[in-house]
């Protein structure tokens, strides 16, 4: 049961040219959604993060978009560089914790590739 | 660099083995989590230590089992391997009890093969 879904594998821009990630969830009770970024070799990063109180969150060149409605998110990266070439994550939370912690779900992610 | 080491790197095992895999948290980190990357997948959760107990568990058997040490180093053990434990092993540290979303710091994970 896949409460996180990445439905694009992978996906290839123009350096300069906008990146869209999409993510979609099931799980009503998912509040909270994270954005993760991996090299190869190294650890999901964290990256930017949106409550579900909001619609929108912005960090330098990065977006995130929350439709609750749609239960759908998506992350935009503009521009592109190839340095933000990685496997990104996108992540859901519960609204409240759960016997002491909060259970962090991870879809099965986006590869992209940013060419020069 | 997140200051979180796991040690080994890569490890090839057979069936009906045992494993134990290390992790070392960032100092003052109390909370720990384990979890398993299958390839294609993304991360999914095993268990989380906080200060020495195991608070949370995700959907994975008995035979992963796990401990935390004053230190802030940890272990995730899993006897009698199966092929399908074949997977990249992450650990992630953070500073309180409820893991802030955010505030995870991922090492760079084992790759455990079993054959």
């Known amino acids: 049961d896949q409460q996180v879904k990445q439905n694009s594998p992978s996906l290839s821009v123009q350096e300069g040219r906008i990146s869209i990630l999409n993510c979609d969830y099931t799980?009503?009770?998912?509040?909270?959604f994270l954005w993760y970024k991996k090299y190869p070799a190294e650890g999901p990063t964290f990256l930017i993060s949106?409550?579900?109180?909001?619609d929108k969150n912005e960090d330098g060149r990065f977006t995130v978009f929350l439709n609750k409605s749609a239960k759908h998110l998506s992350l935009h990266i503009v521009p592109s560089q190839p340095g933000d070439s990685a496997v990104y994550f996108c992540a859901a939370s519960p609204a409240r914790a759960s016997g002491g912690y909060q259970k962090v779900t991870f879809g099965t992610g986006t590869k992209l590739q940013v060419i020069p | 660099e997140t200051g979180v080491t796991q040690s080994p790197t890569h490890l090839i095992k057979t069936r009906g083995q045992q494993v134990t895999l290390r992790c070392s948290s960032q100092s003052g980190h109390n909370t720990v989590s384990w979890y398993q990357q299958a390839l294609g997948q993304g991360p999914q959760f095993i268990f989380q230590y906080y200060r020495e107990e195991e608070n949370g568990r995700g959907n994975f058997p008995p035979r992963f089992s796990g401990l935390q040490f004053p230190n802030y180093s940890s272990e995730l053990n899993v006897n009698a391997l199966e092929l399908d434990d074949s997977a990249l092993y992450l650990c992630a540290s953070s500073p309180g009890v409820l893991v802030l979303r955010e505030t995870q710091y991922f090492g760079p994970g084992t790759r455990l093969l079993v054959l």
């Open positions: 949106i409550s579900s109180i909001k």
């Open positions: 799980n009503s009770m998912f509040d909270y």
